[in-house]
């Protein structure tokens, strides 16, 4: 499985497969690489046991094996290796051209993109998250953050019942900073579209910022 996942380009496309299931010339096209390449990273992939096809219609596609890829990939951006850090082709291509993409966008069930990292930056210079006094990076919330994250809807208490981690720093593809991760993460983002702040679209992980968040954030 460290052999599996010790290249950048795969690691890319396990982060492409858990937000949803994608056919091979899909994932070409988003690391613009061959199709034969691809499917070469797929097939190591899935001997590790990472990734597994599905029909869809005519056509075969890939999806990644949640539970065992999404922790795998939260200890690498733990533990920050070479292949994690250096910003893979595809994300520059993201930050030069300064996609809809790069701008705003999900990571999992959290906010992710320019967005993302912008916000937790302004959470953390209100005081409302701080840096977890324990192993390993992630985020507590103050007092002050619980009261202002419960006005604005954010069911904090939920959260902290999930079973998952309660607020990871979630290294951002394109950016190489943290945005917050983890239940408070989704709680945040759902509370965001529950407020038409963001808006999912139909297709894809780029979302719309309808109001600017800096509204929500200094209510």
């Known amino acids: 499985m460290a052999g599996a996942v010790a290249d950048p380009v795969r690691l890319d496309l396990l982060a492409a497969l858990l937000a949803g299931?994608?056919?091979?010339?899909?994932?070409?096209?988003r690391a613009g690489l061959p199709q034969p390449r691809v499917s070469t990273h797929l097939a190591r992939l899935r001997a590790a046991g990472l990734v597994v096809p599905v029909a869809m219609g005519r056509?075969?596609?890939y999806r990644a094996e949640t539970a065992r890829v999404k922790p795998l990939l939260d200890a690498l951006h733990a533990t920050g290796p070479a292949a994690?850090?250096?910003?893979?082709?595809a994300a520059g291509r993201e930050r030069r051209a300064d996609t809809p993409l790069r701008r705003a966008r999900t990571c999992y069930?959290?906010?992710?993109?320019?967005?993302?990292?912008?916000?937790?930056?302004?959470?953390?210079a209100r005081g409302w998250v701080r840096a977890a006094d324990r192993a390993g990076p992630g985020f507590e919330l103050t007092a002050r953050g619980e009261r202002e994250l419960a006005r604005r809807a954010?069911?904090?208490?939920?959260?902290r019942?999930?079973?998952r981690r309660f607020a990871t720093a979630c290294l951002d593809w394109t950016e190489r900073r943290p945005h917050l991760g983890g239940a408070l993460g989704a709680g945040v983002l759902d509370a965001l579209?529950?407020?038409s702040y963001v808006r999912r679209r139909p297709r894809g992980r780029d979302v719309q910022i309808a109001r600017p968040l800096a509204g929500w954030l200094g209510r």
Do not use: Y
């Not at 299931?21 to 096209?29: G, H, I, K, S, Y």
């Not at 994690?84 to 082709?89: L, Q, R, T, Y």
């Not at 954010?154 to 959260?159: E, F, G, L, M, S």
């Open 59 to 61: 056509h075969r596609a």
């Open 84 to 89: 994690v850090v250096k910003p893979s082709a």
């Open 154 to 159: 954010v069911d904090v208490t939920a959260a």
């Open 193 to 195: 579209c529950r407020r």
């Open 161 to 163: 019942a999930s079973r």
């Open 109 to 124: 069930d959290h906010l992710a993109g320019v967005a993302g990292v912008d916000l937790l930056e302004a959470m953390r």
């Open 21 to 29: 299931e994608a056919t091979v010339t899909e994932l070409a096209a």
